[in-house]
């Protein structure tokens, strides 16, 4: 699926993010070492929508450390922003933030703009870390950030929960193809449906790994 929505230059990198980005990877590859796959996947203009499960606190920092094309934008709760020093902190990491318990129309919007302003959206849509399942609570929230932005839906696989001293694979998959969805109309059952095909392409990726097929 093409893009529409590409910005006019790239967007710049911010030195905050660069310099966290480096701390932590060297922090990741001695105490968290991860592999990535299919990043050629990811060969692409932004913007687009990066779609993980969740089964850590360090699923986005895993993911940051091995994209470094992008300062990507992640979803996190709210609740993250009532310290002081950690809201200045996630702030100034673009995090954006979500309110768990409803519908955050907010959030949304905040990340229709970002992707208008050509950045890379990554959004867990489980809402919560989940350790012995996945997608099982998507809401049908990123169905409609998608469809109303038109931009490239990317789904991530993090294959294992992530453990100090053992390696993680995060896997990067094909961009999903939701044509026949755009020509319903933004809608709930459209929103419902792309959603479905989320999680049913992630299990698919899951099932692949576990066969040893990628």
């Known amino acids: 699926m093409e893009n529409s929505n590409k910005p006019s230059s790239p967007v710049p990198r911010t030195p905050f993010y660069t310099f966290a980005r480096f701390l932590l990877g060297i922090f990741c590859a001695i105490f968290y070492p991860s ?9 692409r203009e932004a913007p687009f929508l990066l779609v993980a499960n ?15 094309k992008w300062e ?13 020093v950690v809201r200045w902190l996630v702030d100034h990491l673009h995090m954006i933030p979500v309110t768990r318990q409803a519908t955050d129309m907010s959030a949304m919007r905040a990340c229709l703009k970002a992707l208008q302003a050509g950045h890379v959206v990554g959004i867990f849509p489980e809402g919560t870390r989940k350790e012995t399942t996945m997608m099982e609570e998507m809401g049908s929230g990123i169905g409609l950030i ?3 932005s038109g931009v490239p839906v990317i789904p991530a696989l993090i294959a294992q929960k992530p453990l100090p001293f053992r390696f993680t694979d995060i896997y990067f998959g094909k961009a999903i193809d939701y044509q026949d969805l755009q020509a319903m109309g933004t809608n709930k059952e459209s929103c419902e449906m792309l959603t479905s095909r989320i999680r049913d392409i992630t299990y698919r990726m899951k099932d692949e790994v576990k066969n040893g097929n990628v």
């Not at 592999?35 to 060969?43: F, P, S, V």
């Not at 969740?54 to 470094?68: F, W």
């Not at 709210?78 to 002081?84: E, M, S, V």
């Open 72 to 84: 990507i934008r992640f979803l996190g709760k709210d609740t993250l922003r009532k310290n002081a």
């Open 146 to 148: 998608a469809l109303r």
């Open 35 to 43: 592999r990535e796959h299919g990043l050629e996947n990811l060969d």
């Open 54 to 68: 969740h089964q850590s606190m360090m699923d986005p920092i895993l993911i940051a450390i091995r994209v470094k």
